[in-house]
């Protein structure tokens, strides 16, 4: 849209308005707008502003991801993953994710790696899994900053180092990542990564709730002192 347009739509979007926000994307889309199409197919998809129509969904962010759209090409891969207005295709998914994530799309890279991790829709390979974690942990965010650290913890696609484990869990631990508070507690625990110390392991554990670990922490302390 027109800069604009665009900041009128969206307030009306932001206020909940979105019968009227519908109306204004419908005609930036029908004049081939691509974002607008993204965010017809968005309004479809739940059921703002017009009923819930997973297909309608669907053939919006088709017409935008044909195009290039990468924001389009991220929630078509969604729909195909997840069967939302088509069959289940995890290959399908795999290839616009990749399509998304080649384009800088952030969820579409994260969840590239997820594909190449566990081979769902694509050769499962850990390195390429690694590969998109890592540029997405980068940028910040907390569940690839868990699973990069995963495969330093683990060994897969990188080499193993506890060290680089521990910095991402941490990273993601400050951002609220439960997964990755309750492994940087494990790294505490034994000493991977980082010094041994249980007072630390508990704040940790403690931090992810993972109550079932605290008791063999306090265990420890009492030995200690």
């Not at 997405?136 to 868990?146: I, K």
């Amino acid at each position: 849209y027109e800069r604009e347009q665009y900041k009128i739509v969206k307030k009306f979007y932001n206020r909940g308005n979105y019968a009227e926000a519908v109306k204004w994307y419908r005609k930036a889309a029908n004049k081939g707008d691509n974002k607008a199409r993204n965010d017809l197919g968005n309004c479809y998809y739940g059921e703002k502003g017009v009923e819930k129509d997973e297909l309608e969904a669907v053939r919006w962010f088709w017409d935008a991801a044909v195009q290039g759209d990468a924001e389009a090409q991220n929630s078509l891969g969604d729909c195909y993953y997840y069967g939302k207005g088509v069959e289940v295709n995890e290959t399908e998914a795999a290839e616009w994710y990749q399509k998304a994530a080649i384009q800088g799309n952030i969820k579409a890279q994260k969840k590239l790696g997820d594909c190449y991790y566990s081979g769902r829709g694509i050769v499962q390979n850990y390195e390429k899994a690694a590969k998109w974690y890592q540029k997405v942990a980068e940028q910040g965010y907390a569940d690839a900053q868990t699973k990069i650290g995963n495969c330093y913890y683990s060994g897969k696609g990188v080499k193993q180092d506890y060290e680089k484990a521990a910095k991402w869990y941490q990273k993601a631990g400050i951002q609220g990542s439960i997964k990755a508070q309750d492994r940087l507690g494990d790294c505490y625990y034994w000493g991977r990564g980082v010094k041994q110390d249980y007072e630390e392991a508990v704040k940790w554990y403690q931090k992810a709730g993972a109550y079932n670990k605290l008791g063999k922490c306090c265990y420890k302390l009492g030995d200690c002192y």
